[in-house]
């Protein structure tokens, strides 16, 4: 989402450009999700519910929890993933953006992987990995991971060249260029990759669920098809898409609380 | 004319007491471009020497191998008595396009140099805010980069330089990235500043101007590959008001006679 680059800072007061965001934001949800209840209702098809009774399905399936269950078990393969991705994979990135000689052995890897289409790869992951735990977070891995070490390693190789010769002209050791000059300009753009990766985390849990063997939200997916609950089926379906759209926009706001506490107070 | 008898390239290369010595230095670079071609070069103690040229002819290239940044391909940088081999606490830089870390406020961001050799945050940022009320920031140690508009900005690279309390000066075109009234507000506090510090700068510009008007040597390059066409002295009084250094007879005239010998690079 980009509605924060619409605020204009410190102009009319707070208040006026804050809630004329959320009146737009308002607005757009209403249109969409009318437009779903207009189709619902047509209805366009047999296999499609109205937004209302998806709804009452979603409020229906927290109450008797078996979304919560489905979460709980969404949701380990995905932290663990996303973990593992986050720490190797800045890790990685940031030794390859520092060094020549790791980039060229490990970058092709990941530019292979950020190109290839990893759902194809899912069988092969099941095929050594089996079925449990360990073949998800695996699938969560291979598609959160090329995009955080990518960006890593871009952010690094990218840091400003004038501050770093600064930093060498008044005599910063190689460890001083990196911990303050290297680091601190990449920041902003490391995290940006670990939001990107982490909606990529997502699409890897949710692909996993559904191919590997049906778990968790998956499972709550392919089992209403199975037995014809168009409402449950959706119900679910809108709420791993919420839930990672909310993820990912309270880290972007997150983001900018942290590297751009200029802006916020504008 | 008034300048000629005051010129002599060969006298102020050889001059014992400069500071920083150039030798022979020739710089080529990587794609077999070459910058610089056997400079020889004195820069005298407590003065202000500047560096003039057509844009291309290799100055910043000189002051980054003085600085140690660049490495020359032939001869050597001795500074007090020794060869350069890297960058040195006697010399400090200021960079044309400010360098200053945006994530940083002012206070750190003038501490910078103090910080990187270790010194107490208490400490070195008490040397930071006297800098930056020196050259004229107080009030503003707690601002981000980009609060500034260019002209402190550079205050705020020159604040950075100063604060190491280094020797050498060394200044790649320092106000060329500012607007004009500010420019000249920021020649006349250097001339301040110059008398004040006691330092050698070296600077470089492509201003006539702005050379004549702060320095006590201007050393002319000649289009690349940069070597030293002229060594001029300006023979100038640095101390009195800059209204009417700016009416000088001699500083209008030596602006016109620069500007007459680099016209023959032109094309």
């Known amino acids: ?266 | 004319m008034s300048i000629s008898g005051a010129t002599d390239p060969v006298e102020t290369a050889t001059k014992p007491d400069g500071i920083v010595q150039a030798r022979g230095i020739s710089k080529t670079y990587d794609g077999g471009i070459q910058a610089l071609e056997g400079i020889d070069l004195g820069f005298p103690k407590g003065e202000l020497t500047t560096l003039l040229g057509p844009s291309g002819c290799g100055k910043t290239t000189l002051l980054k191998i003085i600085a140690g940044l660049l490495e020359p391909s032939a001869g050597t940088i001795i500074v007090n008595g020794r060869a350069v081999t890297g960058p040195g606490p006697e010399r400090a830089f200021v960079f044309q396009d400010f360098a200053l870390m945006p994530w940083a406020s002012v206070l750190r961001n003038v501490a910078f140099g103090l910080e990187l050799r270790g010194m107490s945050r208490h400490e070195r940022h008490a040397i930071a805010r006297s800098y930056i009320a020196k050259v004229g920031l107080a009030g503003f140690e707690e601002r981000y980069p980009h609060e500034l508009s260019g002209g402190m900005r550079q205050r705020v690279g020159l604040a950075r330089a100063l604060a190491v309390d280094a020797e050498v000066l060394l200044m790649d075109e320092p106000f060329s990235a500012v607007d004009e009234q500010t420019r000249r507000k920021f020649q006349e506090d250097l001339l301040h500043l110059i008398q004040s510090e006691n330092k050698t700068f070296i600077f470089v510009t492509h201003s006539i101007e702005e050379a004549v008007y702060v320095s006590d040597q201007v050393v002319l390059l000649t289009p690349r590959p940069g070597a030293v066409s002229r060594v001029i002295r300006t023979g100038l009084d640095h101390g009195g008001s800059p209204e009417e250094l700016r009416r000088n007879k001699r500083y209008l005239d030596m602006v016109e006679e620069i500007w007459q010998m680099l016209r023959e690079y032109l094309v």
């Open chain 1, 1 to 266: 989402m980009t509605t924060r680059d619409f605020e204009p800072v410190g102009r009319g007061g707070p208040f006026r450009p804050l809630s004329s965001t959320a009146v737009w934001r308002l607005a757009s949800f209403v249109l969409v999700f009318g437009a779903w209840e207009f189709a619902g209702r047509v209805p366009i098809s047999p296999a499609f519910p109205t937004f209302g009774a998806t709804m009452a399905a979603l409020f229906q399936m927290t109450l008797d929890g078996s979304m919560g269950r489905a979460y709980l078990s969404t949701l380990q393969p995905l932290l663990i993933g996303l973990l593992i991705s986050g720490v190797f994979g800045i890790l990685a990135g940031v030794a390859m953006g520092l060094s020549r000689l790791f980039e060229f052995f490990v970058a092709p890897v990941f530019i292979v992987l950020q190109a290839a289409p990893v759902a194809a790869l899912i069988p092969l992951i099941t095929f050594i990995y089996g079925i449990g735990l360990t073949a998800k977070v695996i699938a969560v891995c291979i598609l959160a991971a090329p995009v955080i070490v990518l960006n890593s390693y871009k952010a690094v190789r990218n840091a400003s060249p004038s501050l770093i010769e600064m930093c060498r002209a008044f005599q910063g050791s190689r460890v001083q260029v990196i911990a303050k000059i290297i680091l601190p300009d990449a920041s902003p753009l490391i995290f940006a990759g670990l939001r990107l990766g982490i909606a990529a985390g997502f699409i890897g849990v949710v692909l996993a669920e559904l191919l590997i063997t049906p778990t968790g939200i998956g499972d709550l997916i392919t089992y209403h098809r199975s037995v014809a609950d168009y409402a449950e089926m959706y119900a679910a379906i809108f709420s791993i898409v919420a839930f990672a759209a909310i993820t990912v926009s309270s880290l972007q706001k997150l983001e900018t609380m942290v590297f751009r506490p200029e802006k916020k107070e504008g």
